[in-house]
Each structure stands twice: as structure tokens, then as C-alpha cells.
DNA sequence: GATTAGCAATCGAAACAAAAGAGTGCTAAA
DNA sequence: TTTAGCACTCTTTTGTTTCGATTGCTAATC
């Protein structure tokens, strides 16, 4: 294993060289740092250190005589061990407290204001997506006669969500058997987890409890669609993308466009391991092959005890970490704090 | 008003150079023209007749001795006139019907299904929204308390769309509150349009009926806001769109990109007047300046005489127009004839 | 030993020029 | 009315040159 400690003054040098090819998007010079303040020392020493940097794998040249950029592995020093968290101005406080505040009635909707908030301070195209079913117990169930041969189900969560979805029969339903169905099912799925309602369960209302399979089998079937493809994903500020200067690439572009149109790969993206609330992906880092071009910025999203799903932030490798970090960690502060009731 | 009739020859090499052009996105040569097996003439005549179309506004020329292309004018006459609708081969036809066969317990699940099978056709991006609420008649209600202070509003309507919403109060609701509140509402509001929910009901059920101002404000409110926010936007396809020509220019993608990710835009676009059952809007003809540069394709959305909203092409003005519009009117007719209980 | 000044070397970007190719418009002939 | 023929126009491609930014290295300096 290599040795990746870095003595003080190539810290500063690498952090220089990220912020500043974060704000400018282009290859940075030896000159130009001799412009920062804490490296008073001619373009000749910083040039040494960058030397050192590059053979070290932190910093790349985009051409023998370019400036440099940092590389991935830069990066990620960069947002292990230099970044810092409170890059947020109070301004931006102000406008975050306020849009945490809305009152909402259905708790999807503040997944949805958050998500628009992330995207609006950081200028980053930002996608959520809902707490995955086994994370989510069953409190309990509704069942509503909409018609002679549609029911209305409705679920209501522990995390305060409230799934509802339509069920139609071939044969007429009764309210009296509307109640039953109503008592059994709370009976045997309050406290579970939502993945619990599938084929197994099914067999055991049908062969073990006797219930005819004409009405069990549409419920079930159709409870089990709407909890999957219920997962919806909200995606904001897609067009910011487009003002990025790595954009103008059209392979960026179309990669870019291709990665947020297929929803199944948005929803792998943002339940990629979670080693801690907030997760950075560094380009190849990420799992998918067309990510590579971008970092990703995941953040566990929950209210109290309560978990919302996660929420991401998909931009350039050239991303501003400390920004976006700085406002997910104060979100998340905030959220916790929040009172739903 | 200048004339704009013209001769059988002319409309052949119009037709055939938007044929040519909407194939290649290239500019289209009086040679070429010539293999076209209606115009059996020399390079020479074809150039004459070119000229003859570029002065009379059909034709432009990207520069002094360059191929034609249609002027929106020209693509205009072409839909309006000379446009094969039945340009769908035998597999299209069977894979849309198929489909369309799908059994769905939501409606909305139609609209879904639709607009997907529609991208999947013609490679354009595709969009929809459901009816306006002018359009959509109250059938009944149903209200169902889901906790002391959480209530369900459930609309059903007379094109067979189910809305629900949660409404939260201040203070505890009690059964018989929900049983009045729902013999209230239905009484009133059974028959009316959507569009009925909103201040000056509230206004009546208070003043007039005496109902609690903390009942029945968040009541309207909620399901206002529900509605409104709820004539949700599917988007299909979106990567489609980068594989055209077209987008290799980083404006025309940008403004496509800041198109579809503009919500609102989208609905206005999809809810421009309506002539017919299928609507074209070529270039400027679209009311919306940013959508100058694309052709809008729109279609009315109904199974029987239920109004399921409208869905939407947007493409290149060099779109597929007789594609589209073929495969426009097939589902249009098979969804009319489809039972859907 | 660490730092710096100085300078040749390298490469990209921009400007310019020349050549090739595609297509038209027009004239005069068929 | 149609067509052959050809000069003319404009784009695209390719090559060349110049300019400027930046580096790496060496030798001098602190």
C-alpha cells in the first residue's frame, strides 16, 4: 500500500487546486496559486509540489503543458480530509428554514420541498427517492368500497407514509366481506414490513384461512404493483446541468440524459450501500458504468426516527463537495429536529 | 392572400423533399430528387421547379448553393395536404395493440401505457397530462378518516378517475363529522365539474350551511391543492431526443432540456386550443417562443366518451409527421372502441 | 537543503490560406 | 417544355503558422 499522508503545505496545494478548478472549470496553473494567500511561495515551488502531487495520483495534466486538475483519488482526499462542512451562508440558512417549515399534509410532499430546495441552492440537478419496502412496517390498513366491484386499500406506515391503490374484481364485493378482509388483514400485517404482503402471504389467506382466491388474489396482486412502482422518483433542476461547462461535451450531455431518463438506474444510484448518512461517489466509484463521468452525492433523508427515502445529487466530478455537503448537513440537522405530527 | 395552390409535379417534389429530409436531415439536391421514381425528369426541371417552391415560401435554402429544406410553410402544406396517414406497418400495429390490451386497475395506468407505447414507436419524446378539471365531473365522494385528525378525501369522476388526498386538522374528528361532511359534499357537489372546488364553495358550506371554518377550510383547501397539483406530467423517453440530428447543436438541446424539465410550460403546451382530435403545431406556430425550434404533436386522449387528457409528441420540426400522425390516429381509434368497465 | 529565477520546450487554440466538393442559377440548345 | 452545360457560390476539410500559456529543468540564491 502506497503512503498517502501529505505533509502540510501540499494539503494546501491540493485544496487550492480543487476550489479553484471547482469555480473555474479550468486547469489550474502554478501562477495562479501563488495568488492564494496561504502559498506565498513562487510558481517554482508550487510547481515542485505539484510535481509531487501528480506522481502521487492526486492531480492529472489534461496535456504535457497544462495546468493541472485534480484526479479522482484528489478528490477524494479532498472530501475525506480537507473539506469543509459549513460552507453555507446565512442567507441560504434563512432560505432553507423557511422552506422546511412549510406544513405539509401528505409527508411525500416534504421529500418533494426538500428536493426542490437541494437543487435550488446548489444549483445541481437532484433526485429522491422513497424508503425501500422492507424499511417500512405496516401500522395499518383501510379497505373501501368505491364501487360494487372496486376497493380502495390504503396503507398507513410507521414513517407516516400513506400508500392507496384501486383494486377491481370480476365478481361483486360485499361489505360485509370488505369488513372481514379489513379485520384479517390488520390482524395478521400490522407491524410488518410492506415486502411482507407477496405470493407466500397469498397461499396462506387462500389454503390456510380459506378465502376465495377471486378476491385475495386481485388485493394482493395489486397491493404488491402499487408498494413497487409506488417508489416514485422526484427529479428537479435537470436543465441546471446544462449550464455546466462539462456539458457542453454532447457525450456528457446525452450520458447525462440517458442516466436520468432510465428511473430504474436513478433508484439503484440512490440504494447503493450507506455506510453514513451522507455518501460521496466519485466517478468510477460509482457501481454503474454510466456514472462515471459524475459524482453523486447521497443523503439518508428522515424526519425524528422516521426514514424518507433518499435523495441525491448527480453533477459533474468537478462537483462543489463542501457546498453541497455543507447543505445536506444542515438539512439533515434540521430534519431531525422537525416536528411531524 | 397569395396563392398557394400548386400543380401535381410541384406537390410530388415537395413531398418527396420533406420525405427526403425528415430521412436524412440533410439538405436535399435537385440529383437526388431526381431517383425518385414519381419524378422522372432531369436535375435541371427539378431545379426550376425548386426555385418556383423556394419563391412561392415552401423551400429554404441554408445558403446561397446549398440543397432545400421545408420552411415551416412548406411543412405545413405537407401535413395539411400531401401526408400519408397510414404509414404503420403490420408489428406496429400488433405491438400497440397488445399494449393497449393490458389490463389496468387506474386509469391513469392507460395514459401511462399509451404514452410509453408512443415513444417506443416513433423514437420521440412523449408527454401527457390529464384532463383539465373543467372537464372532469364529480361523481361521488367518499371521505375516510384515517386518524383522529387525518381525513381522506376520495373523488371519483365521470371519465373514471379516482383522486384522493389526506387533509389534517387542528382538533379531533369524529365519525359523525365525516358521515355529515360526506352528505354534504355529495349533495352538492355530485354532477359539477372539479373546477367547483374552491373559495366560494367554502365560502357557502361556512355562511350558509354554518359549518366549523376548521372543518371545512382545510377540506377545500387540500383538495384544491390536490387537484391542481395533481394532473401529474409523464414523460417518456426524453433520451430520445439526443439521438436526433438536431441536438447536436448545444442551444437546440438546452432548450429542450429547459423545456421538458419546465412543468408548467408542458401543460400549456399540451392544453393549446383544440381543432381537432390530433393538432400539429410546426416551429413558430407554437404559442411558446421557447419552443420555436420543435413541432408539438398533440392528441386528445379518450376511451369512449371518457376524456383521459391529452398526450403529446415534441420533436424536431423535421419530424416524422406521417409516422406520428398514423400511429396517432390507430391508438386514438382502438382506444375508442376499448371496454373498460 | 529549500527556494527561486530564468529559459527552452511543449502543446492547444486561433487565425489564415488553399483546395476540394456539392449544388445552384442561368443560358442556350434540343 | 425540357435539358445539357458551365460558371459561380458557399461549405467543408486540410494544412500551416503564429501566439500564448505553462511546464520541467538547471543553475543561482537564500
Same mark, same amino acid.
Given at each position: ?115 426542490? +430546495? ?7 440537478? +437532484? ?15 383501510? $379497505? ?20 392507496? +391503490? ?18 384479517? $388483514? ?55 446541468? $446544462?449550464?455546466?461547462?462539462? $456539458? ?5 450531455? %446525452? ?7 432510465? %428511473? ?78
Amino acid at each position: 500500500m502506497e503512503d498517502n499522508s501529505l505533509d502540510n503545505r501540499k494539503k494546501k496545494v491540493l485544496q487550492a487546486i480543487v476550489e479553484e478548478y471547482v469555480n473555474t472549470a479550468e486547469p489550474v496553473s502554478s501562477t495562479a496559486l501563488t495568488e492564494h494567500e496561504e502559498l506565498n511561495y513562487s510558481s517554482a515551488t508550487i510547481r515542485n509540489e505539484m510535481a509531487d502531487l501528480e506522481k502521487a495520483g492526486f492531480l492529472e495534466k489534461t496535456h504535457t503543458s497544462s495546468g493541472r486538475i485534480p484526479s479522482e483519488k484528489g478528490y477524494r482526499y479532498y472530501v475525506d480530509e480537507l473539506l469543509k462542512d459549513d460552507n453555507i451562508s446565512l442567507e441560504e440558512i434563512k432560505y432553507i428554514s423557511e422552506k422546511l417549515e412549510t406544513k405539509v399534509n401528505e409527508i411525500e410532499e416534504l421529500t418533494k420541498i426538500t428536493t426542490t +430546495t437541494i437543487s435550488e441552492i446548489t444549483h445541481y440537478t +437532484t433526485v429522491a427517492i422513497g424508503p425501500e419496502k422492507e424499511a417500512q412496517l405496516i401500522e395499518e390498513m383501510k $379497505f373501501v368500497l368505491l364501487g360494487p366491484r372496486m376497493l380502495m386499500a390504503i396503507i398507513l406506515t410507521n414513517n407516516g407514509m400513506i400508500k392507496e +391503490t384501486i383494486i377491481k374484481f370480476e365478481e361483486d364485493i360485499t361489505d360485509k366481506q370488505v369488513e372481514t378482509i379489513g379485520y384479517m $388483514f390488520n390482524q395478521k400485517l400490522r407491524g410488518q414490513p410492506l415486502a411482507v404482503i407477496d405470493v407466500p402471504l397469498e397461499e396462506y389467506l387462500i389454503n390456510e384461512m380459506k378465502y376465495s382466491v377471486k378476491v385475495i388474489k386481485p388485493i394482493i396482486e395489486q397491493i404488491k404493483k402499487a408498494i413497487d412502482q409506488d417508489r416514485q422518483i422526484y427529479l428537479e433542476g435537470a436543465n441546471k446541468s $446544462f449550464d455546466l461547462p462539462e $456539458f457542453n461535451s454532447l457525450e456528457v450531455a %446525452k450520458n447525462f440524459v440517458n442516466v436520468i431518463d432510465e %428511473k430504474d438506474l436513478v433508484a439503484d444510484m440512490l440504494n447503493t450501500g450507506f455506510a453514513e448518512d451522507i455518501n460521496v461517489y466519485i466517478g468510477e466509484e460509482n457501481e454503474k458504468q454510466e456514472l462515471k463521468d459524475f459524482s453523486i452525492v447521497t443523503f439518508k433523508h428522515r424526519v425524528g426516527d422516521k426514514d424518507l427515502g433518499t435523495i441525491g445529487i448527480i453533477g459533474p466530478k468537478r462537483m462543489n463537495y463542501s457546498k453541497v455537503i455543507s447543505v445536506m448537513k444542515y438539512i439533515n440537522n434540521k430534519l431531525n429536529n422537525k416536528n411531524i405530527e
